[in-house]
DNA sequence: CGTTCGTTAGTTGTGTACATTTAATCGACC
DNA sequence: GGTCGATTAAATGTACACAACTAACGAACG
């Protein structure tokens, strides 16, 4: 809320999304507040938000560990991006001003750039804010709220498993192909594209499903099959 | 957390769904915290948690307030709505039990004679238990939990605007439809029903969609067309 | 030797006092 | 008479002290 707690929340965003507490490990509050230099309170604070924001877990009387995912909710977080930021990217393609989408072109661009340099921690930064951007583009505050937990979590993966060159690639493609559906102004094919984009980003973080797994959603629902 | 805080929680959130609390309407610490009977620290928590849930605003050095959304908003979430539920339904096509199924269907029956009774506090809560329910039948934490805070802001809608007698009886239909589409695990037609079911729901409540509206998702934009 | 119960250290939950910020009211000046 | 500014009251943010709970260690008994 105020300056203490916004930065102590701002911080340890910025860890745990950095890798820096291992998922599961514990979050003491005295710890970090001796670690911060503030009182327990605003550390309390921040870890009830963070918790909001589905960085943390928070047990009664046992105190805060960062979430650990389980793989089938890591695949069901793909498949939901999917669809929702596909409806977004749909959106967009009408909402977004011609300055919009030069903009989400830099981005794409740079990312790009930073991928073939092989800069990683850049190519995340930008990643997210390219994904943020478009959201926001769809001018829902809903959109960006929902999806921005979700966004949290798939970041989360970037120890678990990097994209191949092949992947990487894809990713890169699929950024500057939805700029130009957006100039275009076609949202079936924004939306074909970002569906598309996201599930190929799953199985490159996933890799391949497991066919008897309990399936939620099929790669086949796919909701734009024109031809 | 702790008991204290737990009840707290639960209070004000029926109560803030209950409409006891309008829409903006503030929420004063010590004021809340007289009331409950407790100190302002859970109560802090408290507000802290119901802000996660999204059912309160919080601004830094300037209090917490009832949410208040947005026509749009509220269009953005039965449109997401729609797609996230709908690739559940199908998801528990497949997953579901026998068992599963026949408490679905309790539970759309009971709903069926609370509607016809007009007994609407009722309708409400058994509402929100069947997709709920559903929801869990996905197998998936991340749908239930990201559906659950949607779910929340659609509620909040029911003193805006009641269901009239058609809207009514297609809703309870479309419950007993998705039972049966379970029961034939048929994943395509309870989506189908689901996605419907949610967009019939928006109409109801939000009236007609203005056509120059910046569209977030097109009504055309319908996943299952198959005829 | 294993199991169980009790004690103890550490952690989280709660209450309260103090600091800081916000907003409104009153007064003075233009 | 109106507007700008300062003072004051009330709210939230922070810190710290105490209470309650958890879990781990150790001892005693079977």
Redesign the pocket.
Known sequence: ??????RVVDRLREQILGGEYAPGE??????L?EKL?????????ALRRLSAEGLVD???????RVVEYLRADLEHIFQIRAHVEGLAARAAATAASAADIDRLEHIATALREHSEAGRLNEVYRLNAEYHSTLNNLAGSSVVTATVGQLIHASVLLRTLHAFDDAARRRSVNHHLEIVAALRARDGDWAEAVMHAHLLSARASLLGPRRVQAPAYGDPADTPEEPE
Request: no cysteine; net charge neutral.
């Open positions: 809320m105020t300056a203490a707690s916004d514990r979050l003491g509050e005295v710890e507040a230099g503030v009182s327990r309170t605003p550390v309390r604070d928070i047990t009664t009387n046992k105190g805060a």
